[in-house]
Structures are given as structure tokens and as C-alpha cells.
């Protein structure tokens, strides 16, 4: 049977999509919300509300738009390339989904407390791309609480990035980074009317006033603001135990080959933003399987596939949630397979990028 929460937020999505009946209905509520967003960044600009400063640049990601826009591989391309130029990056996140998410105390992973922790405590994303990069995480509804819980752990950060907080503006960036799909700006209305958390033209939160960097996770630009453009690839299955345990590197290792699947005997479970991506970009790896479309940050407990599965193929973000216990407990004869995701934004985006973090470290090496 289908999860209501994701057959509700398809149809939302479909209903963002156009204007028509629904939007008519519910413009008085746009209307609403653009007023007090506008409002809210005049309190700020004028100081009733402040921005709290950390001491290092802070790179901000972020959408414009709800749901999942490529903000989490755009967050794990980015602290690679930061580390491959010098850096020393820190992760600032709210932690949707984890337990620590609900205390107003900053929780940090690093290798010193991850033996401790798990995705269910700190968020299926935070828990990613600490196990993707190794950099430490602050995870904390006030993003500056945790900054600065970060830096007194570890102060060799020079640079901190924060995780889906656009619209968190009590945190004082240095650069902004808007992330659209191909669903770009939707009917160009607020929520609940279309997908937007803030009207497109919004003014750039950065200090220096400088607009935000605009990256397209799709094949075109799909606003009019000028950006660059990202290409994802979904890598051939890995086992899971192998993804689990660092490798991600799909090069001579064992994958689960397509002639291997059946829509009888393999699932697809996705709890993402966007399960179709997933499932269609499987197929176009030659994947025969019943997609099991999930709620974004869905709990793995129980397993929602049957036991009698003889494949099951994972996003990133769900399989960092998966317990072995459970596997063993609910399917001890199922394969759970992996598929790593390659995101690459263009040359262009990163000579931007570098361009405007120079002034922050004049000496830091930059990219030709």
C-alpha cells in the first residue's frame, strides 16, 4: 500500500508545478507568507534582529525552493573541493530527523564521538557526509551555537559550511549558495501556494551584499537567474557492507549487475526528497525491481520491504540508516546493494567559488 505522506507531497508537488484551481485557492496565503518574509529581513536589516558572526568565512547552501534540490551532494562536493584547496572545513546542520535535532545543545561528530553515534541521533544527512569526508559536524538548530561548539573542539577550521541554512538569517554568511533541479522556481509562488520558501529575487544574505552562487542540479538552467550547471551520475550497485565500511570507489569492486535484477525478487527503496529521480535514473542502469517510494528522512525500522526479498538497492541516505541487527533480525537472505552518487558542477562554478573565498586567505592556493 502506498505512504500517504508520499502520495500527499507527490500531489502537492504536482499541484506547485502549475497554476490552476489549487492556486487560486490558496494565493491569499502567498500573499501572507511573502509578507512576512520580507518583513522578517527588514527586522534584520535594521537590526532588531541580529546575525551572529562566527571568526571564519561561512559558506551558506541552500534552496529556494522545498524539498531536496541537490543540497546534500552539492554539501559533499563542496568540503571535498574545500579540503583538495587547503581548507580545513567544518559542517554546520539542523540534523532533520535525528534525535539531537530537538536539543538546544550542539552536538558534535567527530572521530572522536562517532563510535558513539548514529544516524538516528544525528540525522541521516549529517551522519553522510560525515562518513563521505571525514570533516567535523556540528549538528544544532541555532547554526552559530553550533559554530561555535565546533570551533572550540576543533580550532584548526578555517572555513564552515552550513547545510540547508538559507533562510536561517541568524547566522551571518560570506557567500551564499543556491541549489534549483529541474523543477526550478515551480509556479513562482510561496508556500503552501507553490514550492517557494522565499520569493526568487530575494537579496543576498551575504555580508558583502555579493549575490549568491546559483548551481542547476539538471540539464539546463530552469530559472532566470544565471548560475551553472551540475551533472549527477548514479554509480552501478556496491554492497552495502563494502558502502559501510568506506568504499565508495566502484573501480574493480564487486556490483550488482542489471541482468541480476527482477521486478519479482529486487526492491528500490528511496526515502528522499524525490524518489522518482532515483528510480528512473536505476532503470537507466538497466535495473529491473518494485520501487518502494519512502517519506523523506523515513525511518529503516522495521524494513519496509518484505523479508522474502532476494535485492534491495539503497540511496546513500537511506542506507546510512539501516541497522545490521535489523537486516538480520527482519531479511537475513536479502542483498542490500548501494548506489553511490557522482555530482560534479562545472569548472566554472569552482573558479567562482574559489574567487570569492580568496579575500577571506589571500595565501591560500587557488584553482587555474
Known amino acids: 500500500m502506498p505512504d500517504r505522506r508520499v502520495s500527499l507531497e507527490a500531489w502537492l508537488t504536482r499541484q506547485w508545478q502549475q497554476v490552476g484551481l489549487y492556486t487560486a485557492l490558496t494565493w491569499p496565503l502567498h500573499a501572507l507568507m511573502k509578507a512576512l518574509v520580507a518583513w522578517r529581513r527588514v527586522l534584520y536589516r535594521r537590526g532588531a534582529l541580529r546575525a551572529t558572526a562566527l571568526p ?13 534540490a541537490g543540497k546534500t ?5 563542496l568540503l571535498e573541493h574545500l579540503k583538495a584547496q587547503g ?17 538546544p545543545d550542539a552536538l558534535v561528530l567527530d572521530a572522536n564521538s ?7 541521533i544525528t540525522g541521516d544527512e549529517p551522519w553522510l557526509l560525515w562518513q563521505r569526508t571525514g570533516v567535523p559536524v556540528a549538528v544544532c538548530a541555532q547554526r552559530a551555537r553550533g559554530g561555535r561548539a565546533l570551533l572550540a573542539r576543533h580550532p584548526e577550521l578555517d572555513v564552515l559550511v552550513c547545510d540547508d541554512g538559507l533562510q536561517h538569517l541568524a547566522l551571518a554568511r560570506d ?6 533541479d529541474e523543477r526550478g522556481a ?35 538552467a530552469t530559472t532566470a537567474l544565471p548560475g551553472h ?4 551520475q548514479l554509480r552501478q550497485p556496491l554492497p552495502w557492507a563494502r558502502w559501510r565500511e568506506g568504499g565508495t570507489d566502484g573501480h574493480n569492486a564487486l556490483t550488482l549487475a542489471p541482468s541480476d535484477t527482477h521486478a519479482e525478487t529486487t526492491w528500490a527503496a528511496a526515502g528522499i526528497a524525490q524518489p522518482e529521480r532515483f528510480f528512473r535514473a536505476l532503470q537507466a542502469l538497466g535495473h529491473r525491481f518494485q520501487p518502494l517510494p519512502l517519506p523523506d528522512h523515513a525511518e529503516l525500522e522495521p524494513l519496509p520491504w ?31 546493494w548501494v548506489c553511490p552518487l557522482d555530482f560534479s558542477p562545472e569548472p566554472a562554478f569552482w573558479q567562482a567559488l574559489d574567487a570569492r573565498l580568496a579575500p577571506h586567505h589571500p595565501g591560500r592556493k587557488r584553482t587555474t
Open 56 to 68: 571564519v568565512p561561512v559558506v551558506v547552501v541552500g534552496n529556494r525552493i522545498a524539498g531536496g
Open 73 to 77: 551532494p552539492t554539501t559533499l562536493a
Open 87 to 103: 581548507w580545513h572545513p567544518g559542517l554546520l546542520t539542523r540534523g532533520h530527523g535525528g534525535t539531537a535535532s530537538r536539543s
Open 114 to 120: 562517532a563510535p558513539g553515534l548514529n544516524a538516528g
Open 175 to 180: 557567500l551564499e549558495i543556491v541549489v534549483f
Open 186 to 220: 515551480g509556479n513562482g509562488c510561496l508556500l503552501p501556494a507553490g514550492p517557494l520558501r522565499e520569493p526568487l529575487s530575494s537579496p543576498s544574505g551575504a555580508r558583502d551584499g555579493q549575490p549568491p552562487l546559483v548551481l542547476y542540479n539538471a540539464e539546463r
Open 229 to 232: 550547471l551540475a551533472q549527477r
Open 306 to 336: 518484505p523479508p522474502e526479498a532476494r535485492h534491495v538497492i539503497l540511496t546513500e541516505k537511506d542506507a546510512v540508516k539501516l541497522s545490521p541487527e535489523a537486516l538480520a533480525r527482519h531479511s537475513p537472505h536479502t542483498q542490500v
